[in-house]
């Protein structure tokens, strides 16, 4: 049996995680942790829900399948869901070993796995379907 250690660092050890050392926010206008949440993928989800929402899907909260939302043809009380939804930034890189993994979770409860981004910007999302045969 091999020995591991696990460290556990705290924003006091990296300087540049707090807010008052971080160029791009201004550290005056975010002093509550709310503020703070609402700066991570909030807008990004908010649009993607709608939008499958306006689509006629029922969404609904993915946590327990590692995900952001479920999507369900109809009534989720009379169907299963067919689809995980998970969004990300828009500039994410992925990983070959994260594609992987939300392809396999998905396969393993019998569901396909949507990648989706919301570009500020253009106002636009992207989405990517994984599907394992």
């Known amino acids: 049996m091999s020995n591991f250690s696990l460290t556990v660092s705290t924003a ?4 540049e995680l707090r807010p008052e050392n971080n ?3 201004n550290a005056e206008k975010y002093q509550n ?4 949440i609402s700066l991570d993928l909030n807008l990004e ?3 993607v829900f709608e939008e499958f929402w306006k ?4 969404v609904s909260c993915a946590s327990k399948f590692g995900g952001d939302f479920l999507l369900y043809p109809d ?7 067919s ?22 979770l998905a396969t393993t409860v019998k569901k396909k796995h949507i990648l989706c981004s919301y570009d500020v910007e253009k106002e636009e999302i992207t989405s990517v ?5």
């Open 12 to 15: 006091a050890e990296f300087p």
């Open 23 to 25: 160029n791009s926010i």
């Open 33 to 36: 942790l709310e503020d703070w």
């Open 45 to 47: 989800r908010t649009k």
């Open 55 to 58: 689509m006629g899907w029922w």
């Open 75 to 81: 009534d989720p009380m009379h169907c299963h869901s």
């Open 83 to 104: 689809f995980i939804v998970t969004v990300h930034h828009s500039l994410k890189k992925f990983t070959p070993i994260e594609i992987v993994s939300y392809g396999r």
């Open 129 to 133: 379907v994984l599907e394992w045969a």
